[in-house]
């Protein structure tokens, strides 16, 4: 039921988004020629973020009851946003030590439930970056279970590029707001 509201809310922002859009796919090469890819792109990775910045102060991760792990920045566990390259569903080398520290976690903690939430920058349309906000979500999804995560801990939404982790209409905003955020509840 909460993911059908969810669900039918996002499908409300993302119709009322396109109204309003009026950023022209043909300027920033994301029109349909890269819809629904899974491809990985060229890019720079820097491996500067580390994630820690996600789940301070905005209510995502509710599980109060974490263990101080979670706060250790030396524990991958601490870093709960894996981020992407641009228009790239696959989760970049540096993070997969951190998907897989949160698989054996909720492995081993089978009553432990997380959201996983795709974001995307804001180029590209709205139904656009909503559809490539699931497909990160869902690459992660998919990493974790194949680690042995029960398919009833994990919960997937799409946000698009409408909860930008940053404001800014430059690559360093963009490469902040290309992420999946991982909040435990």
């Known amino acids: 039921m909460t993911l059908s509201k969810k669900t039918l809310a996002l499908a409300m922002i993302a119709v009322l988004a396109s109204g309003c859009s009026s950023t022209d796919e043909s300027e920033n090469g994301l029109g349909d020629a890269t819809q629904g890819s899974d491809a990985s792109t060229s890019g720079y990775n820097d491996g500067s973020m580390s ?41 970049k080398q540096d993070y997969v030590p951190v998907v897989a520290a949160h698989a054996r976690y909720l492995a081993s ?39 042995g995560v029960g398919s009833g801990q994990l919960e997937v939404v799409s946000y698009g590029e409408e909860k930008p982790a940053v404001s800014g209409h430059d690559e360093s905003a963009w490469q902040q707001n290309r992420r999946v955020e991982v909040g435990y509840q």
């Open 109 to 147: 903690h089978p009553n432990q439930h997380v959201i996983l939430a795709g974001h995307a920058d804001e180029r590209g349309s709205s139904e656009y970056n909503i559809a490539l906000g699931e497909q990160r979500a869902k690459s992660v999804e998919r990493m974790m279970r194949s680690q």
């Open 51 to 91: 994630g820690s910045q996600f789940g301070s102060g905005n209510g995502f991760n509710s599980g109060s009851n974490l263990g101080p792990e979670f706060s250790d920045p030396n524990n991958p566990l601490s870093k709960q946003v894996i981020y992407f390259e641009l228009d790239s569903a696959q989760v």
